[in-house]
């Protein structure tokens, strides 16, 4: 492991000419080697150039918060490269509101007053339809985001991207909504493991493809466990506070107990939640390889546990102030982890026929979706 | 000379070259003796990794040429300027540049904040009324009709606005403490409002309040800016935005609050009703919102009307001790109003038996 200072990166003197890398014969393939006191000024100047443009400049921020931390990347002998723009991302994003502001409006009043005008069945299907819609548009957002963020990496002067629009991906990922909420959400992990594979393999670095195939096995026990959670604690707790809390209704500690019963709950679904995520990321990302290349995703429930409690922490103590790290934190922990082994033949390694994304991230932004 | 490597976007392999300044571009000697010219006005400053300067290549996908310091005057004199923040705030630089935005966005939020006060009075009623009548339609059937209700309701608006009365008073069946003025000249009072109510000149006060964001067409403006301005800067700003619009919003509810308050207030004078009423109305609310606490409160009367001592004050110090004021409603109109939940044949099942009107009223 690296620590946050790169102070175990290899000297840096390259060759003349390579003809292939092997990344895993340095230890690590991924090194991160950014530095909180370098990203301080980014993020403050990002803060302060936000505010007085009224949010405007966050397409910028966010190019330039990618570009440092992307500059600072290493994998095997060069850093990653960030080529995407605030420009294009600000004009994807008006490009998207352009369709879904009306689309939203109609929507919003329209239901209003079929619902006060006792239209039950014309408002219910309109609302079933809208969030029929919605979901497809995710699924589409989620695929896209990943195109773009692909699209605009380069390593070696070499990019990635997709061939595929991410039209049928978010098919599949409606229906397999869907699924889930009639199943009762017991094929989750079935259906994420199935989406990740799904949306990875329509993706590419120069000429190589991205392989998933990830499965369930492995996520169901945790997934029971977190779906059985809220089942056993909430009577449990609630029992508990009863019979140790004070009698009365809305007394002053009767809300207090209350209060305290939410948190615990919350913050046992928190730690269940992320002992599943920890292991779907693990087995996801393990179960994906680029052309020649595997990766390795090494993350554990308690990694994830110090990343976020590190995270509440800093914004607590700087009250609000360290939110603007919470991209460096994350991305940091993103590659401290990450993993890969293989070669590269790098006079193999050429550029990429995928089509450029255009619409940068604007459906992303617009519903607030991340891309892995 | 300086030292470089080069990616040419075609392959990944990684060629070094020393870098020499030719005539009107950088020349690039490889390895093999290959000389290649590249025009400085086609490079553009990438990034800056690992010490190197990164430059690309306009219309080269992924050609990258990174400078290894020390760079020769006269190299360094051809390669384009350093992009940090964005291209023209680079060229003013960043503390002119936050000067000048923060002047831009104090503009746009001014003209947010006047504009729907300037736009309001223009905006067609036809247009109000058809939006209300669309958006306020039956309320779902929740309209109580008990007998003589509306009619005493509609006098009452007609002592406290006289000559203009165009209102479309309603009780609502719902078990709220509050009332509000929607688009299209429609006023509704819920429920639970006329129940905590002791006397019709506490009912006179709230609408008086009421009518008086009615004319001033607060509503109005409130749907301007909700739907043109607020929307606008929402949407592009992101969280930002909306925390401008949002503090926005809320000084902007605040002065139309006070406007309709010294309204009431002279509304009442005129119809020579007691402002006291009022008063106490407002006490009675602030003391139920401290046995309740501000959760169970947030869906009442005050979550909409913030209630403030200045407030309460004003309508008490615009009670005249030496004048002889008459009750908002005579006592079969008050009942009336009281039970139009009750009396309504349609709501009685729901709502049980009339209720006795409280011991003030009596």
Redesign the interface.
């Known amino acids: 492991m690296i620590d946050d200072n790169g102070a175990s990166a290899p000297e840096?003197s390259?060759p003349?000419?390579?003809?292939g890398v092997s990344p895993s014969d340095g230890g690590t393939a991924f090194r991160f080697t950014g530095t909180w006191t370098e990203y301080l000024p980014i993020a403050l100047?990002n803060l302060?150039?936000?505010?007085?443009?009224?949010?405007?400049?966050?397409f910028?921020a966010t190019a330039?918060t990618r570009?440092y931390l992307w500059?600072?990347t290493h994998f095997a002998d060069?850093?990653l490269?960030?080529?995407g723009t605030?420009l294009e991302m600000f004009i994807g994003f008006l490009i998207v509101?352009a369709f879904l502001?009306p689309f939203l409006?109609f929507f919003q009043?329209g239901f209003?007053?079929l619902?006060?005008?006792?239209h039950w069945a014309l408002a219910i299907g309109g609302l079933v339809a809208f969030y029929v819609g919605l979901f497809y548009l995710i699924g589409l957002a989620t695929f896209r985001a990943l195109r773009y963020r692909l699209s605009r990496t380069?390593?070696?002067?070499?990019?990635g991207g997709s061939d595929d629009a991410g039209w049928g991906y978010a098919a599949s990922a409606l229906g397999k909504t869907l699924l889930s909420v009639l199943t009762l959400g017991l094929l989750v992990p079935w259906t994420m493991t199935r989406l990740w594979n799904e949306r990875w393999s329509k993706m590419s670095f120069?000429p190589h493809p991205f392989r998933a195939a990830a499965t369930q096995r492995g996520l169901i026990g945790r997934w029971l466990l977190l779906y059985l959670t809220p089942v056993i604690a909430i009577p449990l707790v609630a029992g508990l506070a009863f019979a140790v809390g004070p009698r009365g209704g809305m007394s002053e500690g009767g809300i207090l107990v209350a209060f305290a019963v939410v948190l615990v709950l919350y913050l046992l679904i928190l730690l269940v939640s992320l002992a599943y995520y920890a292991k779907f990321y693990r087995r996801a990302i393990g179960a994906t390889a680029l052309g020649p290349l595997d990766l390795a995703f090494t993350a554990r429930s308690s990694d994830w546990l110090r990343l976020i409690g590190g995270t509440i922490a800093l914004i607590v103590l700087t009250l609000g102030i360290g939110l603007i790290f919470v991209p460096y934190r994350n991305w940091s922990f993103f590659i401290r982890h990450l993993e890969a082994t293989g070669d590269?033949d790098?006079?193999?390694?050429?550029?990429s026929t995928a089509r450029g994304a255009t619409d940068a991230e604007g459906l992303a932004s617009a519903f607030d979706v991340g891309a892995i | 000379m300086a030292n470089a490597?080069l990616?040419?976007?075609?392959?990944?392999?990684?060629?070094?070259v020393a870098v020499a300044a030719g005539a009107d571009g950088l020349l690039l000697h490889f390895?093999d003796g290959r000389v290649e010219e590249v025009a400085a006005a086609s490079l553009f400053h990438?990034?800056?990794?690992?010490g190197a300067l990164?430059y690309?290549r306009s219309g080269r996908?992924?050609?990258?040429l990174g400078l290894l310091p020390p760079v020769p005057a006269d190299v360094a004199a051809m390669l384009p300027a350093e992009r940090?923040?964005?291209s023209w705030?680079d060229r003013v630089g960043?503390v002119p540049?936050?000067a000048a935005?923060?002047l831009a966005?104090g503009a746009?939020?001014g003209a947010g904040y006047l504009l729907p006060g300037a736009l309001a009075p223009h905006i067609p009623a036809s247009w109000e009324k058809r939006y209300g009548d669309?958006?306020?339609?039956?309320?779902?059937?929740k309209f109580c009709r008990g007998p003589g209700g509306a009619e005493a309701l509609q006098k009452l608006a007609r002592r406290l606005s006289p000559g203009y009365a165009d209102f479309d008073i309603r009780v609502v069946d719902v078990p709220m403490v509050n009332a509000a003025a929607l688009p299209g000249n429609h006023i509704v009072i819920f429920r639970e409002l006329i129940a905590e109510a002791d006397t019709p000149d506490e009912l006179a006060g709230v609408l008086a309040h009421e009518i008086a964001h009615v004319r001033r067409r607060h509503v109005t403006e409130g749907m301007i800016r909700e739907?043109g301005v607020g929307?606008v800067?929402t949407?592009?700003?992101?969280?930002?935005?909306?925390n401008?619009d949002m503090i926005l919003g809320s000084r902007y509810g605040r002065a139309a609050e006070a406007e309709a308050d010294a309204d009431a207030i002279a509304a009442l004078r005129a119809a020579n009703i007691s402002p006291l009423g009022t008063a106490r109305f407002f006490t009675r609310m602030g003391a139920t919102e401290r046995k309740l606490g501000r959760l169970g409160a947030a869906f009442s009367y005050l979550s909409t009307h913030p209630l403030s001592d200045a407030r309460r004050a004003k309508f008490r110090a615009s009670f005249d001790p030496n004048r002889r004021y008459t009750p908002a409603l005579g006592r079969d109109e008050w009942e009336a109003i009281f039970n139009i939940c009750f009396n309504d044949p349609a709501k009685r099942a729901a709502r049980g038996q009339p209720r006795a009107l409280p011991p003030a009223a009596r």
């Not at chain 1, 003349?16 to 003809?19: E, F, G, P, R, T």
């Not at chain 1, 302060?48 to 966050?58: D, E, H, K, P, S």
């Not at chain 2, 990616?7 to 070094?16: A, E, K, L, M, V």
């Not at chain 2, 669309?134 to 059937?141: C, E, L």
């Open positions: 840096h390259p003349s000419s390579y003809d100047t302060a150039l936000t505010i007085v443009t009224l949010g405007i400049y966050r910028w330039r570009r500059s600072r060069d850093t490269e960030w080529t605030g509101m502001i409006l009043f209003q007053a619902l006060l005008r006792g380069y390593w070696h002067g070499i990019r120069g590269i790098l006079d193999m390694l050429t550029q | 490597w990616y040419d976007g075609r392959s990944g392999t990684r060629h070094d390895a990438a990034t800056d990794r690992d990164v690309g996908e992924g050609w990258r940090r923040y964005g705030i960043l540049a936050l935005l923060l966005s746009v939020l669309a958006i306020v339609g039956d309320f779902g059937g739907l929307l800067i949407a592009l700003g992101g969280t930002t935005g909306g401008a």
